[in-house]
C-alpha cells in the first residue's frame, strides 16, 4: 500500500527526478498489480525525459565538435590550454549512478564527455559521448584512452581507486590534478596514518599485514578490539571489528579479500563519542575554504561501519568545528595539495580528541556532493569538473547561499532475496526531493554489509530542525526495499 501510494507521489510531482521508474523498465506488462501498472506508466515518463536528455546532448556534442574542428590547427603538436568547460574534453573515471550528476554536470557545460570503467552497463555510459571500456584502476589503460580523446583533463569522483588513476595520469600528460603523491597518502590507509602519526595528528595504533599470521601477530601486540581493514579499497568493504583472537583470521581473509594490493591494516578500535562526521570539501589555492560536514548514519541492525545516510547540519559544535578546520588547513598544507574536492569521514573520541577516519581525495559518494547542494546551495559537482581542468574558482561558487535541513537514505535490504521495489512510511512523503535507484525488479540482493550492497538512494529536505530529528532515527524502517 506505502509503495503504492509512494509511486503515484513520485509520478505526480512534477520536480522529481524520474530514475525510481528504471525499475519498471524491465518489467513486461501482462498481469500487472495496480502497482505494477504504475511503475510502467512512470517508465514511460522516465523514456520522454531520456528521449529529452539526447537531444540536449546530441546539440551539445556537435557545438563541441564544431570546436574541436577549428581549434585542431592551432593545437598542432602542443598541449590544449583549455579555457573553458564549453568544447573542453572531460574523462570522467566510472559510470555508477553516483558518477551521473558529474556526466551530467559537465555535459551541461558544454564538455565532450568521456567514460570509463570495465563494466559496460553502468548506467553512465549510455549518458557520455564516448565510452571506453577500460578500468578505472589500470592506468597504463587510462592513459592510453586520454591519449587517444587529447582530453583536457580526468575526473575522479566518487571513487577512490580512481583518484590515484587520475592523479598519475594528468602527471603524465600534464594536466591539472593533485599531485600523485599526495593522493597515494590519501589512498592507502598504512600510508595515511604514518603520515598522521609523523605529523603529530590523533592516530590510532596500527599495523601492516598481508597474511593472517602477521594479523595475528599484530592483534597480540596491540590487543583487542581492533579493526581489520584492506589498506586500499572503499566503502567499507572487508571491514570487520575484531574482539576475539579467534576471530582474526577470517577477518584477515575478508580483508585481503578486497584488497588490490593485498594487504590489510591492524588497527585499535577507538570509541566514538557522539555522531560521525562525513562531508565533502574543497580546498582552492592551497586553502580549505568551504566544508559541507554534517552527521553520518548507519543501519545497526547490517553494519555498525557501512554508512546508510548523512545529514546536514550536523551536530558537531561551534568550537570543534573550528578545531576541524585547522587540522584539515595543516594536513593539507603537509601535503602539499593547492586544489581539491575532498570526502572526509571523522569522529571525536572518548577524551574529546578529533580523529581523522580519513580523506578521500575525490568528490563523495552516497550522492553527498548532490546532499551539500541541497543544504547550501554549493555545488561541489561543477567545481570538481573546473578543478580537473584546471579553471579558476569562483569564490562566489563556494559562497553559502542558503542553509537547509537535509539527509540521504541509501535504500538497503536486512535480508537476502530478490529486488521487488521500495515502501516509504507516508510520513516522509512530503520531505522527498530525489530518488534513485541502481537495483532493478528481480535483480538478486544481499544484506546490506557495504557500499557495493547499496539498492539506491533518496533525499530529503526538512522544513526545520525538529521535523528532521524527529525523523531520522527510522529512516531504515521508514523507507525499504521490498525483497522476496
Ligand atoms: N580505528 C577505528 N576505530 C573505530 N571505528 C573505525 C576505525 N576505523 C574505521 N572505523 C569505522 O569503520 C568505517 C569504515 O572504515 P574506513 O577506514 O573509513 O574504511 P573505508 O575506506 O572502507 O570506508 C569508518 O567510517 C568508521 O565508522
Ligand atoms: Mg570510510
Same mark, same amino acid.
Given at each position: 500500500?506505502?509503495?503504492?501510494?509512494?509511486?503515484?507521489?513520485?509520478?505526480?510531482?512534477?520536480?522529481? +527526478?524520474?530514475?525510481?521508474?528504471?525499475?519498471?523498465?524491465?518489467?513486461?506488462?501482462?498481469?500487472?498489480?495496480?502497482?505494477?501498472?504504475?511503475?510502467?506508466?512512470?517508465?514511460?515518463?522516465?523514456?520522454?525525459?531520456?528521449?529529452?536528455?539526447?537531444?540536449?546532448?546530441?546539440?551539445?556534442?556537435?557545438?563541441?565538435?564544431?570546436?574541436?574542428?577549428?581549434?585542431?590547427?592551432?593545437?598542432?603538436?602542443?598541449?590544449?590550454?583549455?579555457?573553458?568547460?564549453?568544447?573542453?574534453?572531460?574523462?570522467?573515471?566510472?559510470?555508477?549512478?553516483?558518477?551521473?550528476?558529474?556526466?551530467?554536470?559537465?555535459?551541461?557545460?558544454?564538455?565532450?564527455? $568521456?567514460?570509463?570503467?570495465?563494466?559496460?552497463?553502468?548506467?553512465?555510459?549510455?549518458?557520455?559521448?564516448?565510452?571506453?571500456?577500460?578500468?578505472?584502476?589500470?592506468?597504463?589503460?587510462?592513459?592510453?584512452?586520454?591519449?587517444?580523446?587529447?582530453?583536457?583533463? $580526468?575526473?575522479?569522483?566518487?571513487?577512490?581507486?580512481?583518484?590515484?588513476?587520475?592523479?598519475? !595520469?594528468?602527471?603524465?600528460?600534464?594536466?591539472?590534478?593533485?599531485?600523485?603523491?599526495?593522493?597515494?597518502?590519501?589512498?592507502?590507509?598504512?600510508?595515511?596514518?604514518?603520515?598522521?602519526?609523523?605529523? #603529530?595528528?590523533?592516530?590510532?595504533?596500527?599495523?601492516?599485514?598481508?597474511?593472517?599470521?602477521?594479523?595475528?601477530?599484530?592483534?597480540?601486540?596491540?590487543?583487542?578490539? !581492533?579493526?581489520?581493514?584492506?589498506?586500499?579499497?572503499?566503502?567499507?568493504?572487508?571491514?570487520?571489528?575484531?574482539?576475539?583472537?579467534?576471530? !582474526?583470521?577470517?577477518?584477515?581473509?575478508?580483508?585481503?579479500?578486497?584488497?588490490? /594490493?593485498?594487504? *590489510?591494516?591492524?588497527?585499535?578500535?577507538?570509541?566514538?563519542?557522539?555522531?560521525?562526521?562525513?562531508?565533502?570539501? *574543497?580546498?582552492?589555492?592551497?586553502?580549505?575554504?568551504?566544508?559541507?560536514?554534517?552527521?553520518?548514519?548507519?543501519?545497526?541492525?547490517?553494519?555498525?561501519?557501512?554508512?546508510? #545516510?548523512?545529514?546536514?547540519? #550536523?551536530?558537531?559544535?561551534?568550537?570543534?568545528?573550528?578545531?576541524?578546520?585547522?587540522?584539515?588547513?595543516?594536513?593539507?598544507?603537509?601535503?602539499?595539495?593547492?586544489?581539491?574536492?575532498?570526502?572526509?569521514?571523522?569522529?571525536?573520541?572518548?577524551?574529546?580528541?578529533?580523529?581523522?577516519?580519513?580523506?578521500?581525495?575525490? %568528490?563523495? #559518494?552516497?550522492?553527498? +556532493?548532490?546532499?551539500?547542494?541541497?543544504?547550501?546551495?554549493?555545488?561541489?559537482?561543477?567545481?570538481?569538473?573546473?578543478? %580537473?581542468?584546471?579553471?579558476?574558482?569562483?569564490?562566489?561558487?563556494?559562497?553559502?547561499?542558503?542553509?537547509?535541513?537535509?539527509?540521504?537514505?541509501?535504500?538497503?535490504?536486512?535480508?537476502?532475496?530478490?529486488?521487488?521495489?521500495?515502501?516509504?512510511? +507516508? /510520513?516522509?512523503?512530503?520531505?522527498?526531493?530525489?530518488?534513485?535507484?541502481?537495483?532493478?525488479?528481480?535483480?538478486?540482493?544481499?544484506?546490506?554489509? /557495504?557500499?557495493?550492497?547499496?539498492?539506491?538512494?533518496?533525499?530529503?529536505?526538512? +522544513?526545520?530542525?525538529?521535523?528532521?530529528?524527529?525523523?531520522?532515527?527510522?529512516?531504515?524502517?521508514?523507507?525499504?526495499?521490498?525483497?522476496?
Amino acid at each position: 500500500m506505502i509503495g503504492t501510494a509512494l509511486t503515484m507521489h513520485l509520478f505526480c510531482h512534477s520536480t522529481l +527526478p524520474v530514475y525510481a521508474a528504471a525499475i519498471a523498465a524491465r518489467n513486461p506488462c501482462g498481469d500487472m498489480e495496480p502497482q505494477r501498472s504504475l511503475y510502467v506508466l512512470a517508465a514511460v515518463a522516465f523514456a520522454v525525459s531520456r528521449h529529452r536528455e539526447r537531444e540536449v546532448f546530441t546539440q551539445s556534442n556537435q557545438r563541441t565538435k564544431m570546436r574541436d574542428q577549428s581549434a585542431d590547427g592551432e593545437q598542432a603538436g602542443q598541449q590544449r590550454q583549455c579555457v573553458d568547460t564549453a568544447g573542453a574534453v572531460l574523462l570522467i573515471l566510472g559510470g555508477t549512478t553516483f558518477q551521473i550528476p558529474a556526466i551530467l554536470q559537465a555535459m551541461k557545460s558544454g564538455c565532450r564527455v $568521456i567514460t570509463c570503467d570495465y563494466l559496460p552497463d553502468n548506467p553512465g555510459h549510455r549518458l557520455a559521448h564516448h565510452y571506453a571500456n577500460v578500468s578505472t584502476t589500470d592506468p597504463q589503460a587510462v592513459l592510453a584512452v586520454a591519449r587517444e580523446f587529447n582530453v583536457d583533463g $580526468i575526473l575522479a569522483y566518487a571513487s577512490d581507486p580512481a583518484a590515484l588513476t587520475a592523479a598519475t !595520469v594528468a602527471a603524465q600528460l600534464g594536466l591539472p590534478g593533485s599531485s600523485a603523491h599526495a593522493v597515494e597518502i590519501l589512498t592507502d590507509k598504512v600510508l595515511f596514518r604514518t603520515f598522521l602519526q609523523r605529523h #603529530g595528528f590523533r592516530s590510532p595504533r596500527f599495523a601492516a599485514a598481508s597474511s593472517v599470521a602477521e594479523s595475528q601477530a599484530a592483534t597480540a601486540g596491540m590487543g583487542l578490539p !581492533v579493526m581489520i581493514k584492506p589498506v586500499d579499497s572503499s566503502g567499507s568493504k572487508g571491514v570487520t571489528r575484531v574482539t576475539s583472537p579467534d576471530d !582474526v583470521a577470517a577477518a584477515a581473509v575478508n580483508a585481503l579479500r578486497y584488497s588490490r /594490493s593485498s594487504r *590489510l591494516i591492524v588497527e585499535e578500535w577507538i570509541e566514538r563519542d557522539g555522531v560521525q562526521i562525513a562531508g565533502d570539501g *574543497l580546498v582552492a589555492d592551497g586553502q580549505l575554504v568551504f566544508g559541507g560536514f554534517g552527521d553520518e548514519h548507519f543501519d545497526s541492525q547490517c553494519s555498525p561501519w557501512a554508512p546508510v #545516510g548523512e545529514s546536514l547540519p #550536523g551536530e558537531l559544535s561551534d568550537s570543534l568545528r573550528v578545531h576541524l578546520h585547522d587540522e584539515l588547513q595543516r594536513l593539507f598544507e603537509l601535503l602539499g595539495v593547492r586544489d581539491l574536492v575532498f570526502n572526509l569521514d571523522a569522529m571525536i573520541d572518548r577524551d574529546g580528541r578529533l580523529l581523522v577516519i580519513e580523506i578521500g581525495p575525490r %568528490a563523495g #559518494g552516497n550522492a553527498l +556532493p548532490q546532499l551539500i547542494e541541497l543544504a547550501t546551495g554549493v555545488d561541489l559537482t561543477a567545481i570538481a569538473i573546473r578543478q %580537473a581542468l584546471g579553471l579558476v574558482i569562483p569564490s562566489s561558487s563556494y559562497t553559502r547561499r542558503t542553509s537547509r535541513y537535509v539527509a540521504s537514505h541509501m535504500l538497503h535490504s536486512r535480508l537476502a532475496g530478490s529486488f521487488g521495489g521500495f515502501r516509504m512510511a +507516508p /510520513s516522509l512523503h512530503a520531505y522527498v526531493t530525489q530518488i534513485s535507484l541502481i537495483a532493478r525488479l528481480g535483480d538478486t540482493v544481499s544484506r546490506f554489509a /557495504s557500499a557495493k550492497d547499496t539498492l539506491g538512494y533518496a533525499l530529503f529536505e526538512f +522544513p526545520d530542525e525538529r521535523t528532521m530529528r524527529k525523523l531520522l532515527p527510522t529512516m531504515s524502517n521508514d523507507f525499504v526495499p521490498v525483497v522476496a
